[in-house]
């Protein structure tokens, strides 16, 4: 194990961070980690659930029947800056001089596309009035500005003044969507579509992932939104906030492997990405959890839809959930007939897509039972998956272990081998995206929690290369909190409609008939 100075064990100790946890680190930037066995794509019929427009109706008429009955609570990854929102814009600011060129000019000279359709379309952002009238009360002689003048102080004014600062701002709280007389952030939205499925007994649970700085911006939007929203909806709302914990950042080191120290004498740490979240995860009480990203919201009036397949999906949940604790009881109370046993091998195989041990066939009766146990005792997720239309992100694979056993991951590309063609292939043949659309059962069938820190595969982490003052570095990111940090769940893939799935990247995606009210 690497020395610490005794000011890096201070250090090490007030983040919550064992010695050996940094050592095993280091040594993974020597090793690297071990990319993943694509066996084959997931593909509908197999690996990936279509379900009909009759099992649809059901699964919803069952979660609806048991809602009251659940603590449910919705999950939401808060915590990015909308800075990438704006990235040509800033580029635009940066290259452009309006006593050089026109607009139109700089457009076909750089072939910035993004740049052209946001000018097209930029009476439509929600936030077009605001900055506008903001700009005439300030400057005087706006209707005697030329076109380029105008349309760079917008952007100016938009991402960097003190009344909007749209680039510094968390995604989040970035207005999304404009209504008659109001308009709507990416945070209010949430709320009215988590009123649909995510309540119980009137009471809706949210719990948002967000940067220490930000809490402060949060709490003041829903103390301005929280009567009309409950109002609107008649349902109360209990909101909650977790950061990253400082104990999952991951230590950074030079190209050459060696740990980065600071002036003072401190190791440098970074966050470990999405992965991290896994601890505050952990942290929630409930009985079933939906997890959406930040920007994956609608305009209301396309809501009603989206709430029904978060039902679906949440009743597909309950119904595999009850079967498996139902099998689990039997095994408490005694030996299954094999007739039993058959059946709850095939509910294994068949329902939860899950693979049994190798030589399950050769095991001994008792041994076998122990082998179903295992497998059902486990956090179940039923993951909605889209059609693949180019987006970057993880998509559904089967992936095959260290000993031969198949199952159903969530995969991004930079767990890809891109120096084998075959893995490459295989990957290549992915049909469909997973959207962070996800129900997840975290409580076993004696109504316990789950450490979900024992499920989660710690090979699944990777090397990204970054800055820092100019030098390069390499950092560790954790297993994805979809990806390996749950790649021991059971797992069940269904296809959903690309309607449910509306991220905004890119300031131009709030042009899209998602978002436009």
Known sequence: MRDFTPLQLQQLQEKGIHPETVAQQLKRFKNGFPTLKLRRAALVGDGIVKISDNEKRDFIQLFEKQQDQLHLLKFVPA????????????????????????????????????????FVGVEKLPFYNYVIAALKKEHGNWQQMTD?????????????SKEFNYSAMPKGLVPFHGYKNHTATAFEEHLYEAAGYAASQGEAYLHFTIAPDFKDMFTQEFERIEELVERKTGKNFEISYSYQKPST?????????????????????????????????????????????????????????????????????????????????????????????????????????????????????????????????????????????GEPGGGPFWVTNQYGEDSLQIVESAQVDKDDHRQRHIAANCTHFNPVDLVCGVRDYKGNKFNLHDYRDLDTGFITYKTNKGNKL?????PGLWNGAMAHWNTVFVEVPLVTFNPVKNVNDLLKPAHQA
Request: aromatic share 10%; proline share 4%.
């Open 148 to 160: 380029r003048e105008k349309k760079e102080r917008f952007v100016r004014k938009m991402l960097y």
């Open 249 to 389: 950042d991951t230590i950074a080191v030079d190209m050459n492997n060696q740990p980065i120290v600071d002036d003072q004498g401190h190791l440098f740490f970074r966050p470990a990405g999405h992965g991290a979240l896994l601890d505050n995860l952990n942290d929630q009480e409930a009985d079933i959890i939906f997890i959406k990203n930040i920007d994956n919201v609608t305009i209301r009036s396309m809501c009603p839809e989206i709430e029904d397949y978060k039902k679906m999906l949440a009743g597909m949940l309950l119904q595999l959930q009850q079967q498996t604790f139902y099998y689990l009881r039997q095994l408490d109370q005694e030996n299954p007939s094999d007739k039993m046993l058959k059946e709850m091998e095939d509910f294994v195989t068949n329902k939860l897509n899950a693979t049994l041990p190798r030589d399950y066939g050769k095991y001994r009766t008792t041994f076998q039972l122990e082998a179903i146990r295992d497998r059902l005792n486990r956090p179940l997720r039923v993951c909605g998956m889209v059609e693949n239309e």
């Open 79 to 118: 915590s990015g800056a909308a800075t990438r929102m704006f990235k040509f814009l800033h580029q635009f600011l940066q290259e452009f001089d309006p006593s050089l060129e026109s607009i139109n000019s700089f457009i076909n000279r750089k072939d910035a596309r993004d740049l052209f359709t946001f």
């Open 474 to 478: 390499k950092a560790q990111e954790l």
